[in-house]
C-alpha cells in the first residue's frame, strides 16, 4: 500500500498544476455518486455511519453533534455551529476535539479530516465571547499556524502566482462574509510542502479551513484548498441562517 501510495505521488507531481488539482479534487469527491462510479453499497454506508458514531462518541458529548453520513465517507455535523467534518473509515489518524467554553477564545469544535493522496485538512470553529475582528482573528491563525508548521521545515511565503494572492486584495464568494489567507511554503528533510490557512467570521462564529499538501505545485494547493475550504464556509453559513431567531 505504501509502494502504491508513492509511485501516485511521483506521477502527481509531475503533472501540470491545474491537472493535478483537478485530480486532487476528484480524489476528494469520491464518495460523490457519477454515472462513472457506481454508488456506495449498503455496507459501506453502514460501515461510514459506524465510523462516525465511533467518534462522536469519544468526544464524551454525542448531544453536541449528529450523524449526517450518507455515503462511503463518515460525515458529523457539530450542531452548534453546523459544521461538517468528514473522516475516512480507514484512516484511524483522524480526530474530533471539543474545546470548552472556558478555553481561550470560546467553545467550539476542531477535527482533523482525512487525507486523500497527498494532502490533509483540518477545521476549527470557535465561539466567540467578544465579537474579534476578521484582522484580529486572521492575525492570531497565522501565527499559530506558523508555528505548527515550522515543525516540518523551514518556513516561507510562497513565490509567483500564489505570493501574489497573498499580498493582494482577496477572494470574496457570494454569499458568504470576507475572509482571509495565509499560506505558506515548508521546506523539510521530508520534501517541500505547502500549507494554507484561511479564516472568517460567520455570525458569533471564528471558522479556520487549513489545508496542506505535499505533492505538485503551490498553485495546486491553493486552487483545491481554497474550493475545500467554501465548503466548509457555506455549511456553517447555511446552518446559522437556518437558526431560530437569525
Not at 508548521?149 to 499580498?167: E, F, H, I, W
Request: charged letters at 20%; one cysteine or more.
Amino acid at each position: 500500500m505504501q509502494a502504491g501510495r508513492t509511485m501516485l505521488g511521483d506521477i502527481m507531481k509531475r503533472l501540470p498544476p491545474i491537472a493535478f488539482a483537478l485530480a486532487l479534487a476528484g480524489a476528494a469527491s469520491a464518495q460523490t455518486p457519477s454515472r462513472s462510479r457506481p454508488p456506495p453499497s449498503p455496507q459501506q454506508i453502514a460501515a461510514a455511519r459506524a465510523e462516525a458514531s465511533r467518534v462522536i462518541a469519544k468526544t464524551g458529548h454525542p448531544e453536541l453533534f449528529e450523524n449526517v453520513t450518507d455515503g462511503a465517507v463518515a460525515k458529523v455535523r457539530h450542531r452548534p455551529s453546523g459544521a461538517v467534518c468528514d473522516f475516512g473509515v480507514d484512516d484511524k489518524a483522524h480526530a474530533l476535539v471539543l474545546i470548552p467554553s472556558d478555553a481561550t477564545g470560546g467553545e467550539g469544535v476542531s477535527c482533523h479530516l482525512r487525507a486523500v493522496v497527498a494532502f490533509t485538512r483540518g477545521l476549527t470553529v470557535r465561539r466567540m465571547p467578544a465579537a474579534p475582528t476578521l484582522d484580529a482573528l486572521f492575525d492570531e491563525g497565522a501565527a499559530a499556524f506558523k508555528v505548527e508548521q515550522s515543525r516540518y521545515g523551514q518556513v516561507k511565503a510562497p513565490d509567483g502566482l500564489v505570493g501574489d494572492m497573498a499580498t493582494g486584495p482577496g477572494v470574496t464568494n457570494p454569499g458568504l462574509p470576507p475572509s482571509r489567507t495565509v499560506r505558506y511554503v515548508v521546506l523539510g528533510k521530508g520534501g517541500r510542502r505547502f500549507a494554507r490557512r484561511q479564516v472568517m467570521l460567520i455570525g458569533d462564529w471564528a471558522v479556520m479551513s487549513d489545508f496542506t499538501s505535499t505533492a505538485g505545485e503551490p498553485l495546486a494547493g491553493e486552487m483545491l484548498g481554497g474550493l475545500l475550504a467554501v465548503d466548509d464556509f457555506k455549511a456553517v453559513a447555511e446552518a446559522q441562517k437556518a437558526a431560530p431567531g437569525s
